[in-house]
């Protein structure tokens, strides 16, 4: 009965606003982008140098010289501009955009963020995740609320604190996991708020799947 | 003053020594320069330091290097597309120090600029700001990174003159701005080769000063990583 | 999210407040944003700090403010041309922060792209160091500067979408750049506006998304400091 | 018998290469670029942003949209490129750019440098001079070697230390002036040699109107 990962989208495309810059990681992030409410204005930004992001092309439409931050190829839009991936992280280091949605491996209460590696396992660099959490003005963590092993055990993502190498310190804003809705205050003293439950989902369930302490402040009852 | 090198092999003629630290334009495949990347490795320096935000796959762009084991270390934000750079980062024969993306591209920005450090908040709390400076402005806390330059810079361009004025196509001008600044000796492939006067000089990303050598690429291959299209919808 | 204003006056409208530190790009007289310069006469807004490389000429420019003595203090590298600036200096009324100009672009820059502080041989050993942190990276010294930010950046730009993406004429970009990414509010003035598409996507220098309110000034004034010529070889 | 201001313009012009980026300061500097040799490719920048500066317009064609860093009408070239003022500095700060010819009021043996203020006078402000003496690679100075006053008294200006207050602490490497050629090891230990002398002038002249130590080092006899 949790959320969908298109579920998932849809409810991260909730936090979006009108003339709001955006950067999308890869996975369930790439979907919010179908989910943008017509009428409303949002420039996807991808940091290897380009604002202004247009789908993916038409087949036999692919420009290699044409790419997004996940290397897939793209298509530009009227906005579109393009620029150096020193100015693209000036832009995002500066506050300019406004809201970045991306996975995570872990979240802790305090908003501390992991999703870059796993010691012992080959590690393929964070790539621009550090910079992207540390500058960008709103985070927003989009996850399967537990880890499931292929041999059936499952493993707790929202912690108290995190296991795994951070990714940033006290930079995660709200986390939208198949289960449930949290809201971090990451720049007071790092409550964690649980707002919204998916359908036929208990705060009972969240408990029993939740390290991290939350506060449980839902609009209504679930 | 010819700037002008016939080929990509002659473009690197005389520079390249074993040991030296190499920047690489690209990001994935894109915007990759490769011709000077395969008169690289044909030149056969070993022990080399290569700054570049990726590594390549097999077979393409740095992979090319790894293959002949010329590259001793790397220095970048994302790695581990091909087999042999895990292979031989595992067997401890490949060095390799990350850096977060806008760091990467700041430092080599910082290193063409003559700054020689400058404060981020990326990486605070994090292994990356470890044996680092860290230091609070207006109540914030920042890590120090360090500029860096390279004895040779790699980069690939859409268009330049005989001066080595550069312009860059969509996304494929990524690092490679950057490292032609941070280059004590920049070498650019360019698709297009013009004369003075002909590229619009408010749209010149690079200006020549910043470019030593160049050579006329005009069949460039470019390569897909991941492509990814959308279906034509039937009207 | 309309960013086309009117005019000039309704850009500034519901901005501007006594004391905030105001951005203005320009180099002499060349590139700046003189219509927005008359809407922040207009708006009465007293006790201004100006970050301007330059304090425009008597009645031309910020001139123009300080007639009406609305600027308390000038960052800036190179100031006087005007009378008023001289008198207003002396008899204390306005205080001045001079900065070399390189330093000030490179503050401007840092500001706007998150950088709280950089290292800088500009400076060491002069009056300019004083009261700042002088450091040694690799055998020579630095000094630490400031990133700076603006409450308002005012910019005068060539060519603007409805979308905030600009392209600058010749050497009327100067300081306009960076000043553009370095405002919480950023409005900017466009000689030409286009609709979006208009644009070479690679040949834009300030992306949108610096941009908070852009107003066209199809017909801005333009002001020779020097009229320097040569005589025409007669044939 | 002293050089005159176009002597100490073609003087410092020697110090030209084919192939150099060269910044110019206003006065007797900017006469350099009526000496480049013939055949010889120098590229002149501007610090407010603009590299391959070409010569006055003609009258009638002046652009305000193009002025050089005295804020002169200037022209293009078919190699110009246009940039910030950040892109700019950036290209000096960085050393990019091979040679810088300016004025001075006082160069000291060590190779400080004070061109920018006289305390208890009204400043006008740097402007680009301590960025550029900091990252140019080659600074050449060219002056009179004396300050005349009105009232007929003489300052000299090559001293064992500035007075005035520095653009740059050990930046000048040559300074010509309309008496003789000097070189300073500024790197080193900041020794000062005698190079050349102006037709007509001795070693006592120069002697007489310079306090800064200096060795002599002529390649041929006054």
Redesign the interface.
Known sequence: MAWTRDQMAARAAQELR??F?VNLGIGIPTLVSNFIPPGM?V?L????????MG??????????????A?????T???????????D??????????DLSILGAMQVAENG?LANWMIPGK??????????LV??VKKVVVVMDHVAKAKDGTIEKKLLRRCTL??????VVDMVISDMAVFTIDKHGLGDMKLIELAPGVTLEDVRANTEAHFEVALAKAA | MQKVYSDATSALAGLVKDGMTIMCGGFGLCGIPEALIEALKESGAKNLTVVSNNAGVDGIGLGRLLETKQIAKMISSYVGENKLFAQQYLSGELQLEFNPQGTLAERIRAGGAGIPAFFTKTGVGTLIAEGKEVRAFDGEEYVMERGIVADISLVHAWKGDTEGNLIYRKTARNFNPMMATAGKVTIVEVENLVEPGQLDPDAIITPGVFVQRIVHVPNATKHIEQRTTRKRETA
């Open positions: 009108d003339g810059y204005k420039s930004q991808s940091e290897n140098g380009m604002l202004g789908p993916f092309p038409y087949e036999g439409e692919e420009d290699p010289d044409l790419i997004n996940g290397k897939q190829t793209i530009e839009l009227p906005t579109t501009s393009y620029f150096s991936s020193a693209s992280f000036a832009m995002i280091r500066g506050g300019h955009i501390d080959m590690v393929k660099g964070m790539g621009g995740a550090m910079d540390a500058g190498p951070l990714t940033g310190a006290r």
